[in-house]
Nanobody
Framework: VQLQASGGGLVQAGGSLRLSCAAS????????VAWFRQTPGKEREFVAG????????RYADSMKDRFTISRDNVKNMVYLQMNSLRPEDTAYYYC????????????????WGQGTQVTVSS
């Protein structure tokens, strides 16, 4: 099982980034997928999630007007388009997959990727 996140980097405030997560080794299309983020000393925080057939999405309140999650079940990919980035969005971003439900609780997720660093400069 592998979830390979990519697309992170350094961007100025107000800029955009698109994160990608490539899944392999499990039935990706049957899993709900989410992005989380974490900064040193803080708990992992839910960012956005999408159900297995993309019938429903969910966002953290501070991101719902700026971030868009999507998935491609043919390519086994999930994406996070991040616009109007702020310095407080600086974090390590992880993708995760869960077979049962789309939740905001990290411990509910079955599989995790290794993450990608996003740094937003002011």
């Amino acid at each position: 099982v592998q979830l390979q996140a990519s697309g992170g980097g350094l961007v100025q405030a107000g800029g955009s980034l698109r994160l990608s997560c490539a899944a392999s080794g499990f039935s990706f299309s049957n899993y709900h997928v989410a992005w989380f983020r974490q900064t040193p000393g803080k708990e992992r925080e839910f960012v956005a999630g999408v159900t297995w057939r993309e019938l429903s999405t969910r966002y953290a309140d501070s991101m719902k007007d700026r971030f868009t999650i999507s998935r491609d079940n043919v390519k086994n990919m999930v994406y996070l388009q991040m616009n109007s980035l702020r310095p407080e969005d600086t974090a390590y971003y992880y993708c995760a997959a869960d077979a049962m439900r789309l939740t905001v609780v990290p411990r509910d997720y079955d599989y995790w990727g290794q993450g990608t660093q996003v740094t937003v400069s002011s």
